[in-house]
Nanobody
C-alpha cells in the first residue's frame, strides 16, 4: 500500500515556474515507477511525465517536453515535477501516481488526490 500526497500547486503567471512535490508513505517509492498526470475541467486525465524506479529513464508528453522535468529522491520518498515556461493550457489538477513505469493510466496502481495548478493568461 502506498499513500501519495501532492503539494506545490497554486496560481502562477504565464511564463512562470512552479515545482510540484508528491510525498509517499506506507511503502518506499524505490521499487515503483512514478508518473504525473493532469486533468483540466471537462477533459480526460492525460499523461504528463514518468520516471522509472531508479530515476534513470524518463518519458514526457509532447505538450510539456522541454519545459517540465520529472525527478525523484528515493531517500526522501518524494517525486517532483519542475514546471517552467508555464502556459494557460497547463492549467489543470495534477496527480502523481505510483506503479509501473509507463505512459498509460493503467500502469499505475496508486494515485494522489491532486493539486490544482492555475496559469493566468
Amino acid at each position: 500500500q502506498v499513500q501519495l500526497v501532492e503539494s506545490g500547486g497554486g496560481l502562477v503567471q504565464t511564463g512562470g515556474s512552479l515545482k510540484l512535490s508528491c510525498a509517499a508513505s506506507g511503502r518506499a517509492l524505490s521499487t515503483y515507477g512514478m508518473g504525473w498526470f493532469r486533468q483540466a475541467p471537462g477533459k480526460e486525465r492525460e499523461f504528463v511525465a514518468a520516471i522509472n524506479s531508479r530515476g534513470t529513464a524518463t518519458i514526457y508528453a509532447d505538450s510539456v517536453k522541454g519545459r517540465f522535468t520529472i525527478s525523484r529522491d528515493n531517500a526522501k520518498n518524494t517525486l517532483y515535477l519542475q514546471m517552467n515556461s508555464l502556459k494557460p493550457e497547463d492549467t489543470a489538477v495534477y496527480y502523481c501516481a505510483a506503479g509501473t513505469y509507463g505512459l498509460f493510466k493503467s500502469s499505475y496502481n496508486y494515485w494522489g488526490q491532486g493539486t490544482h495548478v492555475t496559469v493566468s493568461s
